[in-house]
């Protein structure tokens, strides 16, 4: 690459720049990544300990759905007459340029939209069950999405910092070794024309 580059002083002060740039890039990059990897770590913490709760819930809240479903015979009818679910809200939150969706749903309410009279104990388990395994699972869909989102960002970042890091800084450090270089072999031997062209006229 630095054989293809004329040897001016011009060049030399645009590869100097360039070079400049690549290593501030990279420096940027590098902090990115840091910030990006910690975010990411916390994340998966976190994402772990909700699969090992959302188990649990969807557990008990099936075990009281069966009990319901013994004790009063199929509970479809009832089942079908629940309102349906519309308060879960999408948003965004950025860090460090990657977008990270927020999920928020509204508190349940706490009237139930079920009759008392040809109901029982078990329903209302199971009611409760599945309202606390559809908080966690909104709060486990943005926690794993979230997860998804950075490690693409980490990959594409160390991608273009390794980039930097390789090819760009050493073939621009490689340029101006060959630059500055060519312009001192260029300056001695102008000196030592100068110095020859002085001597003759002395003589």
């Known amino acids: 690459m630095a054989e ?40 998966i913490d976190e994402a772990k300990s909700l699969r090992g709760s959302i188990e649990q819930t969807y557990r008990e809240a099936y075990s009281a759905l069966q009990l319901a479903n013994i004790t009063m015979g199929v509970i479809k009818p009832i089942a079908d007459k629940m309102p349906i679910e519309d308060s879960v809200r999408l948003s965004v939150k950025s860090v460090m340029g990657v977008e990270l969706p ?27 069950a599945f309202g606390r395994a559809k908080e966690t699972t909104v709060t486990l869909a943005q926690v794993e999405n979230s ?15 390794n980039a930097l890091k390789n090819i760009i800084i050493p073939n621009s450090e490689e340029t101006v070794r060959y630059i500055s270089g060519a312009l001192e072999e260029k300056e001695r031997e102008e000196f030592s024309r100068l110095k020859v062209i002085k001597a003759r006229k002395e003589k």
């Open 4 to 43: 293809q580059v004329f040897a001016t002083k011009g060049n030399l002060i645009s590869t100097k720049k360039t070079l400049s740039l690549a290593r501030l890039g990279y420096e940027l990059l590098d902090r990115k990544r840091n910030i990006l990897i910690r975010e990411l770590m916390s994340l």
């Open 102 to 128: 927020t999920v928020s749903m509204d508190k349940p309410k706490t009237e139930i939209s079920y009759g008392l009279l040809q109901t029982n104990s078990q329903l209302d388990r199971a009611y409760i």
């Open 147 to 161: 997860v998804y989102r950075l490690a693409v960002a980490i990959k594409k970042t160390q991608r273009r910092a």
